[in-house]
């Protein structure tokens, strides 16, 4: 089966930066996109970054110019890096991952358990 896992998240102080990682294993045809999400105490689950396949990137208006997406397709990996860490930062960070796990198979999202990120004043 498809796992992801996380890892790389911690406390910090304000200012502070840290880098999030997700590996993909098992049989996976193809993945389409990666993307991390977040989800602060008591609020909804929001989308953070996005990388396709392709290389393109995109980012929540919040996290424009401090977090950076990237991927390593050899290992199925992708990071997210948070630069200039706030407080409003502080969430449980998901990965996620859209693949299509068998040839001729619809597409799916798979989840990592997450990794909380907190953000000291």
């Known amino acids: 089966q498809v796992q992801l896992v996380e890892s790389g998240g911690g406390l910090v102080q304000a200012g502070g930066s840290l880098r999030l990682s997700c590996a993909a294993s098992?049989?996976?045809?193809?993945?389409?996109?990666m993307r991390w999400y977040r989800q602060p105490p008591g609020k909804q689950r929001e989308l953070v970054a996005v990388?396709?396949?392709?290389?393109?990137?995109n980012y929540a208006d919040s996290v424009k110019g401090r977090f950076t997406i990237s991927r390593d397709n050899a290992k199925n990996t992708v990071y997210l890096q948070m630069n200039s860490l706030k407080p409003e930062d502080t969430a449980v960070y998901y990965c996620?991952?859209?693949?299509?796990?068998?040839?001729?198979?619809?597409?799916?999202?798979?989840w990592g358990q997450g990794t909380q990120v907190t953000v000291s004043s």
């Open positions: 990388i396709t396949s392709g290389g393109s990137t």
């Open positions: 098992g049989s996976i045809f193809s993945i389409h996109a």
């Open positions: 996620n991952a859209d693949c299509t796990v068998v040839a001729g198979w619809r597409r799916s999202n798979y």
